[in-house]
């Protein structure tokens, strides 16, 4: 969720995963980052409407924070 908070707008699962990995100062192989996007999307799904939500239509699917 650190990384939506500070997003200057809605993120892929990709973007996030990479974010996420920047953050903890890892560098990690393309697999890894596609295999961390899927957990990020699992995460994700099982949340929105509860603090996150999807934006538009597009895919693959942007998200962001709820508003409060």
């Avoid at 996420?20 to 890894?32: C, N, P, R, V």
């Avoid at 899927?38 to 998200?63: D, S």
């Amino acid at each position: 969720m650190d990384a939506l908070r500070t997003a200057t707008g809605p993120m892929t699962t990709a973007e996030l995963a990479e974010a996420i990995l920047k953050a903890e100062g890892i560098e990690a192989a393309k697999a890894d980052v596609q295999s961390i996007a899927l957990a990020v999307q699992h995460g994700l799904k099982n949340h929105e409407g509860n603090g996150v939500e999807i934006v538009g239509e597009a895919r693959p699917a942007r998200w962001r924070l709820a508003a409060s």
